[in-house]
């Protein structure tokens, strides 16, 4: 079990979450609005990034506790290379310490830790750490935290193909069995299911380059919060409005099962009241 439980009013939010409905099997979310945070405060854009790994620390935390099986984090695009040298030497420096200070705490609350990306252009030393971490958490079985790190949907797509016409080369794959679940296998995400729900901060209405592929059909939920002032409590709000929605995936709404969920509702909630 997580070293960390939800307690108080925090524990009875997370209930009556979970008695709601479904929470997300994977949560992916674009951790927007760092700088202009910062920009506020009358403080430095790293200011902001800084503030934001305390959010990053609180929501990691509450989805572990709330069953939530994959966490996507977009930390840093491909197109965030072209941000200001300092600002990005910056990055790369509080990555590192993130790393460093949290690896323990996630391991002990049995975080399994991934990365996707084009992971080689990171400087050797987050590069290490982040392989170092990643090994210590393999083994983890709770909350799978996926950063995104030099990551963007076009590169993902781009890799993918390349590395599956090498195979139609060398004849291992033909081009008439190309299917979307074979391409899908060469995608950096490969092990992992597509997101439910996608949450942006910051108010902005865009994907910047995310995963293009994956979020086909996942919920969008945009919240106007700048990242550093996104906590736990704003990502239930995000999860209730997820639970609210209709998936449809191109049917209509008679043929989904929308009656069966709220009786499964139902019957958990006498049940979870009986034990009372
Ligand atoms: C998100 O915050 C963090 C990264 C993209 C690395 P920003 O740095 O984009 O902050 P804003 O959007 O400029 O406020
Ligand atoms: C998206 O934020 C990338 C990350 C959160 C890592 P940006 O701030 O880079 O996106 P745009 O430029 O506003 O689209
Ligand atoms: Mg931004």
Redesign the pocket.
Known sequence: MPLEKATGQDKKLQDRLLQAGEIPQHIAIIM??N?RWAKRRGMPRIAGHHEGVNSVRDIVEACGQLGVKYLTLYAFSTENWNRPKHEVSLLMRLLLRALRDERDRLHQNEVQLKAIGDIAKLPQDVQDELLDAIKLMEDNRGLTLVLALSYSGRWDITNAIRRMAEDVRLGIVKPASVTEDLLASYLSTKDIPDPDLLVRT?GELRISNFLLWQLAYSELFISDEYWPSFRRKQLYSAIAEFQKRERRFGKVSEQIRKRQGSLEYVERFLKSVSKL
């Open positions: 927007d609005g700088g910051s």
